[in-house]
């Protein structure tokens, strides 16, 4: 065999391997979950109930329903891909001040949640999620807010339901596309088991959409975001948040002007 077959043959055997692994491992580079022990007593400043939600297989999911009396609404937030609520719970704060109550939820395998991920089930478990948010509000004074993956779960759910607005944090187009950025050379809507598109859950949402996204997105590039956006352009508003990066908008003074602006707007 020559050289020039023996390149070609370690290329494809490595293409080979890499996309394998790709397929294998994508679990763990998608999701990045924390686990907490059941007896962990979460401590914030703000007033909170604990519950545990019993999914329809027997999943546990693990939620944090902050609340208040005459609250302007309830947003129901779907967090990151990293961590857990004992983290994730403070991003609620400054949305109590700004007189909202908020539920906010682990994924199954994070925190204290429970239960085999699927596209399928966590889907379905949003569903569950948006049930009992309905039980604690009215629909039309729920506001669904994707951060990053959970920007999956709100898109998903405002397709379905008629919340009276759906804000989007570093939202992707789909996720494949994403993984198409960081695998150009490979096939990732084959590859992909998690599919999550969000463009596709939006299809037929009449609820408005605001998506912010930061200029200088390392993780979920700018222009996917703005993508998301210009394919609903009737019904959304993007907000881009110059110098942005994918972790760090709520440290910007702007973002929270904007924030405010959306909340109110009627």
């Known amino acids: 065999m020559s050289a020039f077959r023996i390149l070609v043959v370690a290329l494809l055997c490595i293409y ?13 580079l998608i999701f990045l979950p924390q686990s907490l022990p059941e007896d962990y007593e979460y401590s914030f400043e703000k007033d909170f109930e604990e519950h545990d939600l019993t999914m329809k297989d027997g999943a546990v999911i693990n939620a944090l329903y902050f609340k208040q009396q005459d609250s302007k609404g309830l947003i129901v937030y779907f967090h990151g891909n990293a961590g857990n609520l004992a983290r994730w719970g403070e991003i609620a704060i400054p949305f109590v001040d700004l007189g909202y109550e908020v539920l906010i939820t682990d994924y199954r395998g994070y ?30 004074r729920i506001i669904l807010f994707g951060r990053s993956l959970g920007s999956a779960f709100a898109s998903y759910l405002a397709g379905k339901n008629t919340p009276t607005k759906l804000i989007l944090e570093s939202p992707f187009y789909s996720l494949p596309g994403v993984a198409g950025k960081m695998f150009p050379i490979y096939p990732t809507s084959t590859l992909l088991r998690f599919r999550f598109h969000n463009a596709r859950y939006l299809k037929n949402t009449k609820t408005p959409i605001y998506i912010f996204h930061g200029t200088e997105d390392e993780v979920v590039p700018y222009e996917s975001g703005k993508k998301l956006a210009t394919k609903f352009e009737e019904r959304s508003t993007f907000i881009s948040i110059p110098g942005g990066h994918h972790n760090d908008l709520a440290a910007f003074d702007e973002y929270w002007r904007e924030i405010e602006i959306v909340l109110n707007d009627e």
């Open 16 to 28: 080979v391997l890499i996309g394998l692994g790709i397929y294998l491992l994508q679990e763990s």
């Open 111 to 140: 925190g204290k949640s429970t239960g085999k991920r699927s596209e399928k089930k966590m889907l379905q478990d949003a569903d569950e999620i948006y049930a009992f948010a309905n039980k604690l509000e009215i629909e039309e």
